[in-house]
Structures are given as C-alpha cells and as structure tokens.
C-alpha cells in the first residue's frame, strides 16, 4: 500500500510559477512509476505528466509541454511538478498518482494509488 500526499498549491497570479510535491509513503517508491493529473470545475480528470520509476523516460501533455517538468528523487521518496508560465487555464486540483509499472503513462488506469490534490488556483 501507497499513500500519497500533495503539497505546494496555492493562488498563483498568471505568468507565475509552482512547484507541486508529492510524498509517498512505503520503501517502494522506486519502483512505481509516477504521474500528475488534474481536475478543473466540471471537466474530466486530464493527464499532466508522467515519470518512469528510475526516472529516465518521461511525458507530458500538450497543454503543459515546455511549461513543466516532473522530476523523482527516489530517495526522499518523493515526485514533483515545476510549472512556471502558469495560465488560468491551468487552475486545477491537481492529483499524484502511483502504479506498480515501470512507467504509467497518460492512462489513469495505470495508477493504482492517488492522492487527494492539492488546488491550484490562477489569476488573470
């Protein structure tokens, strides 16, 4: 079992920046790949980023890419998600999630554990 915990949300005014952080409980971390999703206000839970267990392969979504980047640090048993360029667009509950692969991808059937998110709110 995997707990996940957010950090790092918070009202952020447009063309700003943030650092999400999440911590996962257990001696496994490195070997679940790791992802971001969000959530906006009546809309479908969409895929942010993704990061293999070692760390080496990762992805990102078009509305993201070249705005974030997800990086792990296996040791301190944690993933994170800079963005900077924020957008209004981007407000969001974002969510950490785990699976047990070596890398999960965008399918959110691929993550076995969630977070509770952490909002992200963007100002014009």
């Known amino acids: 079992q995997v707990q996940l915990v957010e950090s790092g949300g918070g009202l952020v005014q447009a063309e700003g920046s943030l650092r999400l952080s999440c911590a996962a409980s257990g001696r496994t971390f490195s070997s679940y790949a790791m992802g971001w999703f969000r959530q906006a206000p009546g809309k479908e839970r969409e895929f942010v980023a993704a990061?293999?267990?070692?760390?080496?392969?990762?992805s990102y979504s078009d509305s993201v890419k070249g705005r974030c980047t997800i990086s792990r640090d296996n040791a301190k048993n944690t993933v994170y998600l800079q963005m900077i360029r924020l957008k209004p667009e981007d407000t969001a509950v974002y969510y950490c999630?785990?699976?047990?692969?070596?890398?999960?991808?965008?399918?959110?059937?691929?993550?076995?554990?969630w977070g509770q998110g952490t909002q992200v709110t963007v100002s014009s």
């Open positions: 999630a785990g699976g047990s692969t070596s890398y999960g991808g965008s399918v959110s059937e691929n993550y076995n554990y």
């Open positions: 990061v293999s267990r070692n760390g080496r392969v990762t």
